[in-house]
């Protein structure tokens, strides 16, 4: 197929712009708008011969490119068409891999779960067949309901804690609406999810300024490990510098973290150049660097 490239365009641009004035000249006329019937039967008759002449070939010539370019348009079109349906089908291809990618990790997830499960199961059993043989020895053992029940409390306030952080060092205010402050704490490191907050623990008559713990449930322990994992940007806030985000722990560990805290902030008083942090149970030191 011939195809119409841009000096053809404009070399029949050209020829129709020169031609138009001089047609315009020869039948008498100073503008091609007062060109009509009229003024051109005044011309001779071998000068309308040859513009009729000039006008049908060039009126040819454009019907020729015209033809080219309608043909060049029409594979222009199937052309976008084909490449609209390549497109289409990659997709289809991208959304067939991924789909195969997922169902291959579901697999091996559920494989490896499986697995774990029943790893664990025998680990269970084992441990189980010995307790079981232990409470046999035993009057006190899981046969005895109140027991039974104690454990399953147990259980179950283990996985509440999981969704819960303790905000300790946060003074009390009166009137104070502490899920709002609660919300502000956490936006200071980022976050902003949903939650319900609370105050734990009595007021002691000789205190003067109050600062007892809040308690903070959150949607998963998703949330709270990324909670715990931010905390450690409190220590470079203008206005909770002293606050510390732990874990909900049982009421032994709670006192526990309480003289943790404690030690914390007094190794920050007496020690402010050195960076202090509880890790594993234990209140850690170092020196800072940068700007820590």
Same mark, same amino acid.
């Given at each position: 197929?011939?195809?119409?490239n841009?000096?053809?365009?404009e ?5 129709c ?5 001089? %047609?315009? +000249?020869? $039948?008498?006329?100073?503008? =091609? ?5 009229? @003024?051109?039967?005044?011309?001779? *008759? ?5 513009l ?16 080219q370019?309608?043909?060049?348009l ?6 976008l ?28 997830v559920?494989t490896?779960?499986?697995?774990n ?8 059993s084992?441990? %189980?067949? +010995?307790? $079981?043989m232990?409470c046999? =020895? ?5 046969? @005895?309901?109140?027991?039974?029940? *104690? ?9 509440d804690?999981s ?5 300790f ?15 502000e ?16 623990g009595?007021?002691s ?12 449930s959150?949607a ?18 203008e ?6 985000v732990?874990?909900?722990?049982s ?9 943790l805290?404690q ?14 942090f ?15």
């Amino acid at each position: 197929m011939t195809t119409v490239n841009d000096k053809e365009l404009e070399d029949l641009l050209a020829r129709c712009f020169a031609w138009l004035p001089k %047609a315009t +000249e020869q $039948v008498g006329c100073t503008e =091609a708008v007062n060109v009509t019937s009229a @003024n051109c039967k005044q011309a001779m *008759k071998p000068t309308l011969v040859a513009l009729f002449t000039e006008a049908f070939h060039l009126v040819r010539f454009q019907a020729d490119k015209m033809k080219q370019m309608k043909a060049e348009l029409s594979s222009t079109k199937s052309q976008l068409i084909e490449n609209q349906k390549w497109v289409i089908s990659l997709q289809e291809q991208i959304i067939d891999s991924k789909d195969s990618q997922l169902e291959a990790v579901k697999t091996a997830v559920e494989t490896s779960v499986e697995s774990n499960l029943k790893e664990q199961f025998k680990s269970y059993s084992a441990a %189980a067949a +010995e307790n $079981v043989m232990v409470c046999q =020895a035993s009057t006190d053992g899981l046969s @005895n309901p109140a027991t039974l029940r *104690k454990v399953v409390k147990s259980v179950v306030q283990e996985e509440d804690r999981s969704k819960n952080v303790i905000i300790f060092g946060l003074q009390e205010r009166k009137g104070e609406n502490i899920e709002e402050r609660v919300e502000e704490i956490f936006q200071d490191i980022g976050l902003k999810p949903k939650l319900q907050a609370v105050r734990v623990g009595k007021v002691s008559k000789e205190a003067t300024i109050v600062k007892r713990p809040v308690k903070v449930s959150l949607a998963s322990s998703s949330l709270v490990y990324e909670a715990l994992r931010q905390a450690r940007k409190l220590r470079h806030s203008e206005k909770f510098s002293k606050v510390f985000v732990r874990p909900d722990r049982s009421e032994e560990e709670r006192a526990r973290d309480k003289v943790l805290v404690q030690e914390l902030l007094k190794k920050r008083e007496t020690e402010p150049n050195k960076l202090h942090f509880i890790r594993s149970g234990t209140v850690h030191s170092r020196d800072k660097i940068n700007n820590e």
